[in-house]
């Protein structure tokens, strides 16, 4: 699946700028143009401070482009949507729920179902990230990528069309990070959900990823983006093969070049 199947997410010349406290303009993002097709799974990568997180929040509809236009299934973005769920930087969840109140939260919001079909919903997920047994532990229970798995698997409950996720994987450790990317990987292939990875790992943006968006600073733009040749379902052996040495060699092309 690439860019030229039907597009679910449609960037179209899109900058942000914010202004300062001082009186000053922050541009964070420059004539983005991008364009994601339904059902395909993208990762970005980029340095940080290049707009990543901004762009995943135009996206969701939670912050406004200054400039240019963003459409999911062919609608303009104007404001949040249920149908694109986004899992935070900085994982949401509140503390006085337990893990299983917590992935049932949209749900509730969203009227999806009754209080049973939303507990069983949120206790298939809970299941997924590697959480049972925790279903009535409060978040102070949890380790920090505990909590961010709480989040997505709350955020994957809701059953939307689009996920976006900003460095979801990023407070888990290496071994639980990697069966994590298998278990995405499969809910992506069982879902065929449109789904869009920002990662600080250049390894993981190609293990999860059909392209690679990169991103560089300065203006903040998109520098790249690489089909990763490898079939789904991705396996153990790619993470050292000869694709992920030759992509990650082409990224930090980019970044040993001054370009990101
Ligand atoms: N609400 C805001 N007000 C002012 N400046 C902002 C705001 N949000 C983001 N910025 C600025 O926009 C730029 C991009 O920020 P953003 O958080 O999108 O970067 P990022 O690529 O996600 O970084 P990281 O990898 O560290 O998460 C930064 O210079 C940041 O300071
Ligand atoms: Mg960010």
């Known amino acids: 699946m690439t860019a030229t199947s039907t597009p679910m997410i449609t960037i179209a010349g899109v900058s942000k700028s914010f202004p300062t406290p001082d009186g000053q303009i922050v541009t964070a993002l420059e004539a983005v143009d991008l364009s994601i097709g339904a059902s395909e799974i993208v990762s970005i990568v980029g340095p940080s401070g290049c707009g990543k997180s901004t762009l995943l929040y135009m996206v969701a509809g939670l912050v406004q482009p200054s400039n240019g236009e963003i459409g999911v299934a062919g609608r303009r973005v104007t404001g949040p949507d249920p149908q694109v769920g986004i899992v935070f930087q900085e994982f949401r969840i509140f503390p006085w729920k337990t893990v299983r109140e917590n992935v049932m939260f949209g749900l509730e919001l969203q009227r999806k179902g009754d209080a049973r079909q939303r507990a069983e919903m949120a206790d298939k997920y809970i299941q997924l990230v ?58 992506w292939s069982e879902s065929r959900k449109t ?26 733009r998109v520098v790249a983006a690489f089909d990763v040749p490898l079939p789904h379902p991705r396996t153990a052996d790619m993470r050292t093969g000869p694709v992920m040495a030759e992509l990650r060699g082409k990224i930090w092309d980019l970044v040993r070049g001054g370009i990101v």
């Open 130 to 187: 590697g959480l049972g047994g925790f279903e009535n532990r409060l978040p102070k229970e949890l380790s920090g990528g505990m909590k961010q798995r709480v989040a997505i698997a709350q955020t994957f409950a809701c059953d939307p069309d689009v996920v976006l996720m900003d460095e979801p994987l990023g407070s888990v450790d290496s071994l639980t990070r990697e069966k994590l990317q298998d278990e995405l990987l499969r809910i």
């Open 195 to 220: 789904i869009v990875v920002v990662t600080h790992s250049i390894e993981e943006a190609i293990y999860l990823g059909q392209r690679v968006v990169v991103m560089a600073p300065r203006p903040s």
